[in-house]
T-cell receptor, first 115, second 113 residues
């Protein structure tokens, strides 16, 4: 069975702080994919990153970075120098080949960035 | 150009009514989905269609019936609406196979009174 755990329900930080959102997954598949999506207060779901299970290289995109560690089944997301516009709910998701493209989402982490 | 669009954005209706939500994508994708997001923000897949063929049907009440007239459209019809159907419904699309990145529509907030 596929499972994604985002243990942090809500995080509050002050602007310019760095913040890490945790994502732990469970799967028996050897080939799988991990995703992060952002849901700002306006409600849409915005794709941030897709990573396959064979690529453990960390990725950086501007202020965003992702740390994928198969040994701990984690795919954590760090925002450096957070800004108010980063305030959103962030979802981690897991998919696997043969699953008909089904994504299993975590319960999301609400990030609030205050001035 | 909107990649995945849904109409309507808001839908308020009475219990027992029948309603439809429409979804269209212009990304050239073969696979489309419906997700339900409940009041606690939990996202769960309902259906997946690949090139008009039903691929995933996740224990959804049969009051919910998806219809895909072509691979660019996936509509959701809901019969005999219940209070518990109140939620935000998201349509998404992706390339076939994968799992590839799913691109989501803006969502339809359904409120059943």
């Amino acid at each position: 069975a596929q499972k994604v755990t985002q243990a942090q329900t809500e995080i509050s930080v002050v602007e310019k702080e760095d913040v890490t959102l945790d994502c732990v997954y469970e799967t028996r598949d050897t080939t799988y994919y991990l995703f992060w999506y952002k849901q700002p207060p306006s409600g849409e779901l915005v794709f941030l990153i897709r990573r396959n299970s064979f690529d453990e290289q960390n990725e950086i995109s501007g202020r965003y970075s992702w740390n994928f560690q198969k040994s701990t089944s984690s795919f954590n997301f760090t925002i450096t120098a957070s800004q108010v516009v980063d305030s959103a709910v962030y979802f981690c998701a897991l998919g696997f080949t043969g699953g008909g493209n089904k994504l299993t989402f975590g319960t999301g982490t609400q990030l609030k960035v205050e001035l | 150009d909107t990649a995945v669009s849904q109409t309507p954005k808001y839908l308020v209706t009475q219990m027992g009514n029948d309603k439809s939500i429409k979804c269209e994508q212009n990304l050239g994708h073969d696979t489309m989905y419906w997700y339900k997001q409940d009041s606690k923000k939990f996202l769960k897949i309902m259906f997946s269609y690949n090139n008009k063929e039903l691929i995933i049907n996740e224990t959804v009440p049969n009051r919910f019936s998806p219809k895909s007239p072509d691979k660019a459209h996936l509509n959701l019809h809901i019969n005999s609406l219940e209070l518990g159907d109140s939620a935000v419904y998201f349509c998404a699309s992706s390339q076939a196979g994968g799992p590839h990145t799913q691109y989501f529509g803006p969502g339809t907030r359904l409120t059943v009174l």
